[in-house]
Each structure stands twice: as structure tokens, then as C-alpha cells.
């Protein structure tokens, strides 16, 4: 142990009911790096950083932090230790300002009068030396997801964060956002902070971070030097073999039109109209990807197409059928799938075991007289799980104690499951590790090639110029443009993004 | 699971001893023996075989309007109206019970049937104006008490419904009573028997009925409906994601709607069982009596689980049956029982409140960390 280890966690052991999350887990945060942890879903990545953040207890282990053996009971320990956390999902209250969601819990007082002067001199300062540019006083419900990841920065700075432990920063974030991101986070370790960054992203971790560890089931595979490795060594260390070769996609030709969006209107949650005149024609056997930035009206897209908001105008055709008042249910019986973009609020019920939640829409197949057959049930999930390597392999087990990705799994797995002719995938792989990733890749183009329609809602442009045949991107509630996915380069869709189409 | 078990187990049991310490308290800076006063608690409720049954009989009640609150909440929805459903069940009881003339086999069944299908129509209404309008339950249920409270006295000022010269309505007819060994006890052999059985006859002087066993099987059946069913499975879903529940097409208005109707039938069958059972008629109400509301606290102690709702049904209407013992021997003031029985309830109930509270937030901040 030197002066220049800011964290050091000593044989950490985590035991939850049914796994054993963390196995003697040696960790090593240098002051003044940046710090990848990489793994498999599942792997225990969350739970270690947790434990470091003080929002679960390990069984066993030290926790070193600048050469002084801590214990650390509850977040509020870790930021007297100037640890902070951002979270995947993201914990700002929406109809505050920016500046009112820094502040909370350490606001400065005048006599118990807030001092707002104060405070905002202190955010303008902290976003000004890092590149976070935010505007102060817009309010959280009306910034995009990547100013809102800026919030979270500034609040865990703001509260004197040295130690930053950020989990799946990126996920949310378009390539261009990646960017800026990297640039922030090379600022922030050259003032002196140190960063732990998890990522399923390797091509990121070889762009900004110095140092990785790989953890796999549990335990540390290996801890190294980024300049080492490549992306393809990394991935084969993660996974423990080769990863497989590059998801094959054949570019047949497309099929007769299956969905047709005509001229859609859609607002969203406060009455602004997000969605401005969509048409779209998605035809059976092709992925066509709908791309841009996070906020331009994907969400009301999706959720339109869900059958769970309403159009305020325009037609919705599924095989020259008008399916533009169908409910949840008879869109799905007349075979649309649709994986939404939020699992925990729209996409899994965390009480539910793994069966359970798989069931949620087929569980009409297993009624008998008033009865459920849950033995069946149960039964038919256990196929499905080795399918889609959803660990632990267990039908009964709680949605809510699972890995993130593994719980994105499942829902994958129920909406693949009765072969959809049509499909709306939003962001079907954020948050898989890069094995799982290119499996539910390989079943959408499988998918495709058995005749279906899907409608790819994502912005990881490899992902995108992988699988899809055609492009379409949309901006401030328009498509701009539609292209073949051959015709557009990564240069011409990141200008896309910016509303820029020639 | 099992650990969380054992700590809502010693939550419980400490809240109980901290009540019963609470309680004692007041006794005491009233001059009253606490320990005295729990030891006649204890013998007023195990002191004689009758007591037991006593207890039990008068649980009868509290086991319905528990149940209802439980399947409600299971849906996410809270239902405060069980103490009017309660009243239209009973209302409709004490009218099929003395209008309809039937053998017994088919009048009993039929007057529960009716009283449940009165009950879920008050429920149901809740569950609509929910469903449809967004009217929130908490509101239409307590406005819904009112309701059937003034039928309940609207309809006993009639003649035909009301008996002559008295506040109440007629008698339901022999036909639609559920006491057991009513007979027995007017008959010559009871006599012989009693010495006989001096133990067991005890027992059978408390007025036991049918109600007792239709309120174990009526918590079975709500075990299996919430566990086995089609139905539980969608009352769950939508109890613990509405939002996922309906993207997933799970009709969410409906069972909104029809876990009402549920409540409100299991509320109802609780007022026909305490109308055939015990009182035999409805009468005028100055205010609510209470079934209902004690629903909730029932509901909340036996963690909406049936079984717990039968264990905390019987706590609770042990605890009043044997407070009646302490004021008749101590003559301690109603008001000291009706402090330390609220003081009980508040202590039970606060724990188990904080405990859902911490636990919510602990969930939540569990699933924004699940990756
Ligand atoms: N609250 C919990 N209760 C029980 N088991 C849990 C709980 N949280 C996590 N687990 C289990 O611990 C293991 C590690 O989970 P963790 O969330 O740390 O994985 P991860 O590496 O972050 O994965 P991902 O990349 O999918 O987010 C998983 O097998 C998971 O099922
Ligand atoms: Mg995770």
C-alpha cells in the first residue's frame, strides 16, 4: 500500500441467497487514474461498487481508502470519505432545477436561508473547470439524458467527490456524447480525482481509460494496463474463451411492407407535441434502425407502438390493417413484440420470478379452469434461460436480484419468443456485456431472416451499421432522412445526430 | 425470504410487547395493577373454553373485512370502504334473511350470495369510478361508508322492513340462522349432557356458528386465488407494476376494477355471517361500528396474508373480549381499554408501516443500483 492507491479493497467476499456475487475480490484504484471494471452480466461488478459506496455490507474484506483502513456503513460514510456514485439510473427529482437537484443535502445556509448565490457560484465554477456545461436553472424534465448525467457529476463533485464510481456512464449516450464524456472524465483525473468506470463497452475503455480489471463470476480474472490490450484480448479474458465471430447478417432483400406509420403526431408526458409528422414504412425481413439523439420523440415512437400512448394523429397500418387504437394486448396478438427502453419501469415486474415475468404475456397459454399452471410455467422458462444464458439459472428466482443485464435478457426472452412479425427494439443491448450482446443481435437478425419487420431504436452505431438495412434518423420529432445502411458512413450519421442532413 | 420472516417476527413481537408496556403504563398512573390487569386479560380470553370460542365467533368480522382490505392492497389499492361494504351485507343479510322464504340449505347460501354480490356492487363502484375516472379509492370508499351507512338507516324507517316498535329491521328467519346446536341447547338432552361434559358444554354456551368455519375456508380460498389463480397472478402484477402490467397487456382497469368487487364481496359475506350469526338483525346506525376500519389494522398485522390475517383477527377481538373481563373485575374506565387497545394497534401497526417505508426505499434504491 503507497500514499498513491486512492482506494484498495482487500479480499471482499459478497454472498447473496443463491450467489456468490463477489469471491475474494482484490481491487486497486491508483490516485489519478481512470479505472475500467469490466465483466460479464452478472459478473458482481454493481455489488462491488456498492459495497465501496456503502449501499450493501460485504460479508468479509478490508476497505483501504488513501492507505486508511474505513468502514463504510452508508452512502453518507462515503462521501465524508469523498467517495461519490452516479448510478445508471439516474436519481435527480425532475421538477427541480438543475441547480436545486445539486444542491440537495448540502445546501449552504444564511441563517437558515438558502444561499443560492453561493451555491450557483460554486456549480458555475465546478462546470467550468471540468467542460460540464449545464444551464443552471432548466429543469431536469426538460434536459437530455446526457446534461442530466452532467447533473449527477456535478452533484457528487459538488459534494467534494475525489473518489468518482460511475456505473454504465455511457450507456445512455450518443457516440458524440461519448466523446465530450472522455474529455471530461481525462479532465477530471488531471485535477487530481481518480475514477472507477464500469462499461460493457471495450472499444471505450481502450479510449479513456488507463488501467482495467476484468472480473468474471465473482472473482478477478486479471487487472492490467490498457495500452497492453487489445479489444479482442479483453472480450476472450471477459468471457473466458474466444468470442464468437461477428454477428452475421446477410443483406437479403426486403419483403412486401409489413408496418406503415403515416404521418404520426404524438406528445409526450407534458403536452408538447414530440413526435411531428412520422412516416415510416418498416417491411417484413429488414431492420430498419430509427437513430438519434436520446429525446427526439423515440420514447413517444415506441410507446405508440406499444399500444400504451396514444397518436394525436395520423394512422398506424400493420399489414394495411389500422392498428392505431389497438390496446397492449391485441397488438400483441396480432404479433407485435416490443422491448421498451426502461426494464424497470415498463419491462419487468421485480417482484415476479424470471417465469413470472416471462409469462406476462403468454400466461393465457397456461390457464386451466380458474387456474394458473405455474409448474408449466416454470417448465417452459427453464428452455428459454439456457437460450438466452440468463444466470442464475433459475426459473423461480426474483427479477429484482438479478444483474441489469440479465434482467434485459429476460425481457428479450419473452418478446422473441413466439416468433412477432413485427418487432420495436429499443436499445436492446444497452447494458449486455459484449457476449450477450452479440447474441441478442444475431436472434434480431435471425429474427429478420425468418420474415419479420423490426424497428431498431438504438444509437450505438456499431451496433446499427452491423445489423440493420436501413437507417432513419430523426430529429426533434422528424425523420430527416432514410438511407440504406450501406449508403451512410459513421461520419455522415454523427452529423445526422445534430439535425444536419444533406 | 426466510430472514425477512424472522425480522418482521420480532418487529411484531416487540411491538406487541411494547403496546401491552404502554398500556400498562396508563393503567398505572391510573391506580390500576397492570399486571393484574394482564392476567385478567389473559383469563378473559383463555380462562374457560367458552371465552376461546367467544374470541373466536367475534373474530368472524375482523377475518372478512382483513381479508378484503389484503386483496385490494395486493392490487395496489387501498380500501377503506370494507365498513360500508360490511353494512350492505349485513343490510341485504337481514332483508333476504326475513323476505325470502327457502329451505334452509338453499336459504343460507342464497343470503351469503346475495350479500356478497351487494358488497362487490359497493366495491365495484369504487373500482370503476377508479378505473374510469382516475377518482382515487381512498376518497370514493370513505364517501362510499356514508352512503351505505344512510341506506342502512333510510331503509329501516319503512314499515315492512322495520319491525314495529323498535329501531331495527325483522329477524332473519330460522331458516337463514348459522348458530350450531341452537337446538341442541333447548332440547331435553342438554341437561344430562352438561354434566356430562361439563368442559365441552362450556364451550357450546358461547353462541359458536357457521361463521367460524366459512371465515378459515373463505381465507383459504383467498390464499389459493392470490397464489394459484389466473386472477391473483394478474392482481399481483398489477399490485407491484402497474405501469409493466399494462405494457405488457394486462387488462390493469379491470382488475383494478374487479379486485374491488372482490373486497367488497369478502366485506359483505362478513356482514351476512354477523347478522345470521350473531345479531339476527340490522339496526340503525349512530355511527359506524367499526368492522371495517378494524379491517385495515388486521389487514396490516397479519401482513396481508391470510393466514396472518387469521392470527391477527383472533389477537384483535382477543384482545377486546378479554378487556371486557378487566373492566368488569377492576372496574377500570372503557376509555383506559380503548387507550391501551389503540396504543396496542399503534404500536403494531407503526413497525410494520416503517418496516414497508424502509423496505420501499431500500428496493428502490436497490433497483436504480441493479446495474
Ligand atoms: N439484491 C440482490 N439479491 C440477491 N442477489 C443479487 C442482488 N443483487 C445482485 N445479485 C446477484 O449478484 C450477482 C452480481 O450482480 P451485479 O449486479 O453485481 O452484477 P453486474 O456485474 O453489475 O452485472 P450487469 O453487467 O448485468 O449489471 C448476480 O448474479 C445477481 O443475480
Ligand atoms: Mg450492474
Known amino acids: 500500500m503507497t500514499e498513491t492507491d486512492a482506494v484498495k479493497l482487500t479480499n471482499i467476499t459478497k454472498r447473496f441467497p443463491s450467489v456468490l456475487a463477489n469471491d475474494n475480490i482484490n481491487f486497486v484504484l491508483k490516485k489519478g487514474e481512470i479505472h475500467a471494471l469490466l465483466g460479464e452480466n452478472g459478473a458482481g461488478k454493481t455489488t462491488l461498487m456498492n459495497i465501496l459506496y456503502g449501499l450493501q455490507r460485504a460479508d468479509s474484506g478490508t476497505i483501504e481508502v488513501y492507505g486508511r483502513p474505513v468502514s463504510i456503513h452508508n452512502p453518507n460514510d462515503a462521501l465524508s470519505l469523498k467517495i461519490g456514485m452516479v448510478h445508471q439510473h439516474f436519481m435527480l427529482f425532475e421538477p427541480f432545477t438543475v441547480i436545486e437537484n445539486i444542491m440537495l443535502g448540502r445546501e449552504i445556509h444564511q441563517c437558515g436561508v438558502l444561499d443560492r448565490k453561493k451555491a450557483r457560484k460554486k456549480v458555475v465554477d465546478l462546470s467550468e473547470s471540468f467542460g460540464l456545461t449545464v444551464d443552471p436553472d432548466s429543469y431536469i424534465s426538460e434536459i437530455s439524458v446526457a446534461m442530466q448525467q452532467r447533473v449527477e457529476l456535478l452533484r457528487i463533485l459538488y459534494q467534494g467527490a475525489d473518489i468518482l464510481i460511475l456505473d454504465e456512464p455511457t450507456a445512455v449516450l450518443s457516440p458524440q456524447e461519448i466523446v465530450e464524456f472522455g474529455a471530461i472524465l481525462r479532465k477530471l483525473v488531471t485535477s487530481g480525482k481518480s475514477v472507477i468506470v464500469i462499461t460493457h463497452k471495450l472499444k471505450e475503455i481502450i479510449d479513456f481509460a488507463d488501467r482495467c480489471t476484468v472480473v468474471s463470476r465473482g472473482k478477478v480474472v486479471n487487472t492490467l494496463s490498457v495500452s497492453d490490450v487489445d479489444a479482442h484480448a479483453l472480450a476472450s479474458m471477459m468471457i473466458g474463451h474466444e468470442l464468437q465471430a461477428q454477428v452475421q447478417s446477410h443483406k437479403n432483400a426486403p419483403g412486401p411492407r409489413l408496418l406503415s406509420l403515416q404521418n404520426i403526431y404524438a406528445e409526450d408526458d407534458r403536452g408538447h407535441t414530440a413526435v411531428q409528422g412520422v412516416t415510416l414504412d418498416v417491411h417484413a425481413g429488414e431492420i430498419l434502425a430509427l437513430t438519434g439523439v436520446d429525446g427526439n420523440g423515440q420514447r413517444e415512437i415506441i410507446e405508440v407502438l406499444a399500444g400504451v400512448r396514444k397518436a394525436s394523429s395520423g394512422s398506424i397500418l400493420l399489414r394495411d390493417q389500422e392498428i392505431q387504437n389497438y390496446s397492449p394486448r391485441m397488438l400483441y396478438e396480432s404479433g407485435c413484440a416490443n422491448i421498451p427502453e426502461d426494464r424497470h419501469k415498463d419491462g419487468l415486474v421485480f417482484k415476479f420470478t424470471v417465469a413470472e415475468n416471462i409469462a406476462l404475456r403468454t400466461y393465457r397459454n397456461y390457464v386451466e379452469g380458474p387456474f394458473l399452471r405455474f409448474d408449466k410455467m416454470n417448465h417452459d422458462a427453464v428452455s428459454l434461460i439456457q437460450d438466452f444464458n440468463i444466470y442464475p439459472a433459475d426459473p423461480m428466482h426474483a427479477v429484482g436480484e438479478m444483474s441489469g443485464g440479465n434482467q434485459q435478457k429476460v425481457i428479450i426472452a419473452r418478446e422473441l419468443v413466439d416468433n412477432p412479425e413485427f418487432i420495436v427494439a429499443a436499445h436492446p443491448t444497452r447494458g449486455l456485456d459484449v457476449g450477450a450482446a452479440s447474441y441478442v443481435q444475431q436472434s434480431l437478425v435471425q429474427e429478420k431472416e425468418r420474415g419479420a419487420a423490426i424497428l431498431l431504436i438504438s444509437f450505438d452505431l456499431d451496433e446499427i451499421l452491423q445489423i440493420a438495412n436501413r437507417i432513419a434518423i430523426i430529429y426533434n420529432g422528424k425523420i430527416i432522412a432514410v438511407k440504406s445502411a450501406s449508403d451512410l458512413t459513421r461520419e455522415q450519421l454523427g452529423l445526422g445526430f445534430a439535425g444536419i442532413a444533406e | 425470504m426466510k430472514k425477512r420472516n424472522l425480522t418482521r417476527t420480532i418487529t411484531l413481537v416487540s411491538a406487541i410487547l411494547l403496546g401491552f408496556t404502554a398500556g400498562g403504563i396508563f393503567l398505572f398512573f391510573s391506580g390500576y395493577s397492570p399486571l393484574r390487569a394482564l392476567e385478567k386479560l389473559f383469563l378473559g380470553i383463555f380462562g374457560r373454553p367458552r371465552y376461546v370460542i367467544w374470541v373466536m365467533v367475534r373474530a368472524v368480522p375482523l377475518v372478512l373485512t382483513g381479508l378484503s382490505v389484503a386483496v385490494a392492497y395486493k392490487a395496489g389499492l387501498f380500501n377503506i370502504g370494507a365498513e360500508g361494504q360490511f353494512i ?225 383477527s383472533f389477537f384483535f377481538s382477543g384482545i377486546r373480549y378479554g378487556a371486557v373481563s378487566v373492566q368488569r373485575d377492576l372496574g377500570t374506565p372503557t376509555e383506559i381499554i380503548n387507550i391501551t387497545i389503540g396504543t396496542i394497534v399503534f404500536f403494531v401497526a407503526i413497525p410494520y408501516l416503517f418496516e414497508r417505508i424502509m423496505l420501499a426505499i431500500k428496493k428502490r434504491k436497490e433497483q436504480k443500483n441493479a446495474n
Open chain 2, 88 to 312: 350492505i351485507g349485513a343490510l341485504v343479510a337481514a332483508l333476504v334473511g326475513y323476505h325470502v322464504r327457502l329451505p334452509m340449505v338453499l336459504h343460507i347460501p342464497f343470503v351469503f350470495l346475495c350479500s356478497m354480490i351487494g358488497g362487490a356492487v359497493f366495491g365495484g363502484i369504487a373500482g370503476i369510478l377508479k378505473a374510469r375516472y382516475g377518482i382515487q379509492e381512498v376518497i370514493s370508499t370513505i364517501l362510499l361508508n356514508w352512503i351505505a351507512l344512510y341506506s342502512n338507516n333510510f331503509l329501516l324507517k319503512f314499515p315492512g322492513i322495520k319491525r314495529p316498535d323498535s329501531e331495527a329491521s325483522f329477524q332473519v328467519r330460522e331458516t337463514a340462522q348459522i348458530d350450531l346446536f341452537a337446538r341442541f341447547k333447548t332440547s331435553d338432552s342438554w341437561i344430562p349432557f352438561q354434566m356430562e361434559n361439563p368442559a365441552i358444554a362450556d364451550a357450546l354456551k358461547a353462541s359458536l356458528s357457521m361463521g367460524v368455519f366459512v371465515a378459515i375456508l373463505a381465507a383459504i380460498i383467498v390464499h389459493y386465488l392470490l397464489k394459484r389463480t389466473t386472477l391473483g397472478y394478474q392482481i399481483r402484477a398489477v399490485g407491484f407494476n402497474e405501469n409493466a402490467s399494462r405494457y405488457q397487456g394486462i387488462p390493469v382497469n379491470w382488475i383494478k376494477s374487479g379486485s374491488l368487487a372482490i373486497s367488497g364481496a369478502l366485506a359483505g359475506l362478513g356482514g351476512s355471517l354477523h347478522v345470521l350469526g350473531v345479531t339476527k338483525e340490522v339496526s340503525r346506525l349512530a355511527i359506524m361500528e367499526g368492522f371495517g376500519f378494524d379491517g385495515i389494522s388486521v389487514a396490516l398485522i397479519g401482513a396481508s396474508n391470510p393466514l396472518g390475517i387469521l392470527l391477527s
